[in-house]
């Protein structure tokens, strides 16, 4: 019980620390903004093929509630960011980090992601297959250089899809229909073998991904990449796999190399019902469920690589998909949702708000995400940063 009071009474004085402190602090790192046109061609996106684009649509709706509105003009954006365009977001979609601590335990600001789900991209045709611009031309004194992309290919060889491949954003799109619990998706290409089909959730629009519809905060994977090149990557032309190319690709880092912040949606989902009474499924489920909490559903919070790969899917459990390249599936393929790098000092600004799943009470179902969204937006720093020694 004294346990209790004082972990209660700490999170009092942190929020008493915070309010006293909102204005205080000295904002260093700018808010996030849309990029730019001309940043997004650079990097091999068409930005005329961009889905729900932040700036250019969603003003109002998921996640945006009420009065709320998910941007609004800055024309500081530009100012403090030439790649950027003047649309400030205000929409701070909050995550955990991939094999993070769970937040419900040990949890440390460590495992917390704040991005910004600026658009998506539903076909691999938008991303760009030729392009080119001269920058740095000084008249007289040189000719500049060549920003180009030549049948997909950077001047490094490398398409920006494949650059993105490498960091997943992990989406788990609500199972519960009108017909029962889903045991798959409605995208046959997407389904688990041996697994009922019907019925089926869908996933053929990118209104699937918006937070209401999801059972739990999206968890992102920046540690794909592997330094012996077994991930597919290449780090020389002489292994079997990557004979055909001349250049080596291995690793790609998501700030040096994805600089749209650009990640691939693997979608996740459960092939038992909450109450599965089938071994191991149910012993699985009351495992990680005791570990990191429970979904609305009965189902347990997913956290980690190995508790999706190594616990559900390899014991038939669960399963995962990405929807076709080729956009016959309907629904958001890649998100461009730029994590914000040091979310202090000003970067969730005073009317920035919180876009993560919601118990049916209103309270965040994340209370460690929500507790350092707020203290990063009244202090600029993390809650443990804030508070006084005990």
């Known amino acids: 019980m004294k346990s209790v009071l004082k972990s209660i009474l700490a999170c009092v004085v942190v929020m008493m620390v915070g309010l006293a402190s909102a204005q205080t602090f000295t904002p260093i790192n700018p808010p996030p903004c849309d990029f730019s046109d001309q940043f997004y061609g650079d990097n091999g996106v068409d930005p005329t093929q961009l889905v729900g684009r932040f700036g250019s649509a969603r003003q109002t709706g998921p996640p945006a509630t009420g009065s709320q509105v998910n941007w609004v003009a800055d024309s ?169 190319k001349t250049f080596s690709d291995s690793p790609f880092g998501y700030f040096c190399d994805d600089l749209l912040g650009m990640w691939i949606i693997t979608y996740f989902w459960f092939t038992q019902p909450p109450n599965a009474t089938v071994q191991p499924c149910h012993d699985v489920f009351a495992a990680i469920g005791a570990k990191n909490g429970f979904n609305l559903d009965g189902t347990p919070i997913i956290l980690t690589a190995d508790e999706l790969n190594n616990q559900l899917e390899a014991n038939g459990c669960g399963a995962e998909g990405q929807e076709a390249v080729n956009g016959t599936d309907g629904g958001a393929v890649w998100l461009i949702c730029p994590g914000i790098p040091d979310p202090r000092n000003g970067a969730i600004a005073n009317d920035a708000f919180l876009d993560a799943v919601r118990l049916p009470s209103g309270s965040f179902q994340d209370s460690f995400l929500a507790q350092n969204f707020t203290c990063l937006q009244q202090t600029g720093k993390f809650c443990n940063e804030s508070a006084p020694e005990f």
């Open 76 to 244: 500081t954006c530009a100012t403090n960011d030439p790649t950027r365009r003047n649309f400030r977001i205000l929409a701070t979609t909050g995550g955990n980090a991939d094999d993070g601590n769970s937040p419900f335990t040990n949890g440390t600001p460590e495992t917390l992601e704040f991005i910004s789900i600026l658009a998506f991209l539903t076909n691999q045709t938008n991303f760009e297959t030729t392009y080119s611009r001269t920058v740095g031309a000084i008249s007289g004194a040189n000719a500049g250089e060549t920003i180009s992309i030549v049948n997909g290919a950077n001047p490094r060889g490398i398409h920006m899809q494949d650059i993105v491949g490498h960091f997943e954003a992990y989406a788990a799109v609500k199972q519960t229909t009108a017909q029962g619990f889903a045991l798959n998706p409605c995208q046959v290409d997407m389904q688990a073998p041996g697994v009922p089909t019907t019925p089926c959730f869908d996933l053929g629009t990118v209104n699937a991904v918006f937070t209401p519809n999801l059972r739990q905060d999206w968890r992102f994977a920046t540690n794909r990449n592997v330094m012996d090149g077994s991930d597919g990557n290449c780090i020389n032309n002489t292994d079997q796999n990557c004979k055909h």
